[in-house]
């Protein structure tokens, strides 16, 4: 079966414009995470949706970014007035979540470059 | 805050050595999973390891969870060029009511021949 995409796969952006970055989850997966690689600072974890629940926002880094996943699917990071530090490998994963060591299956990644 | 500390951060060595990665941390995990990654993709899950003292082998691959649930390590015996990638380790809190993952900054792993 697919596994997780992400699109684009790379989004070269000016600083200040806003940018929206998409992620389809493995079909059946009710929970969605969303993570951050750059260089030097490793994976940093960003927002967590489990199905209907409230997502878990505490790694948002600022006001500036958002997500949403409609219809328990598809995700969309939304992040406004880009910085140069933004730019970084975004990365999506999903899970059946059935439990604390659920394998998470990430996608490609978006490689977003802020100008 | 919780950290995991990976060492060393690149590793260079010739196909047919050995090499230890190693995953530490002040803090409890309640497991802790390893993961492979290759340039322009996302991480592959290779191993998680739940109980302390724990040892699971995949291959010329062992890995080891510490007794305390603080540290791990993984063996890779004889590598090879496929080998070469990026190692992360990642920790479960026990403490976190989701499953998302705390990663280590990883081990950028080059195997020459």
């Known amino acids: 079966g697919a596994g997780v995409s992400q699109s684009p796969s790379n989004k070269v952006t000016e600083k200040g414009k806003d940018v929206e970055l998409r992620c389809d989850p493995i079909?059946?997966?009710?929970?969605l995470y969303w993570y951050r690689q750059s260089l030097g600072q490793g994976l940093e974890f960003l927002i967590y949706?489990?199905?209907?629940?409230?997502?878990?926002k505490s790694g948002l880094p600022s006001d500036r970014f958002s997500a949403e996943r409609t219809g328990g699917s598809v995700s969309t990071l939304t992040i406004q007035r880009t910085q140069q530090e933004d730019s970084a490998v975004y990365l999506c994963a999903s899970s059946l979540a059935r439990g604390p060591t659920d394998t998470q299956y990430f996608g490609p990644g978006t490689r977003l470059t802020v100008l | 805050t919780q950290l995991l500390e990976q060492s060393p951060q690149f590793l260079s060595i010739q196909e047919g050595e050995n090499l230890t990665v190693y995953c530490n941390s002040s803090?409890?995990?309640?497991?802790l999973q390893w993961y492979r990654q290759e340039p322009g993709e996302g991480p592959v899950l290779l191993v998680t390891v739940v109980t302390g003292g724990e040892v699971k082998k995949l291959k010329r691959l062992t890995f080891q969870f510490g007794d305390a649930r603080k540290d791990s390590s993984l063996h890779i015996t004889a590598a090879q060029t496929g080998d070469t990638g990026l190692y992360l380790c990642?920790?479960?809190?026990?403490?976190?009511?989701?499953?998302?993952?705390?990663f280590g900054k990883g081990t950028t792993l080059s195997v020459s021949s």
């Open positions: 990642a920790g479960i809190s026990p403490n976190q009511a989701g499953t998302a993952l705390i």
């Open positions: 949706f489990q199905g209907n629940s409230a997502p878990d």
């Open positions: 079909s059946g997966h009710t929970a």
């Open positions: 803090s409890v995990f309640s497991s």
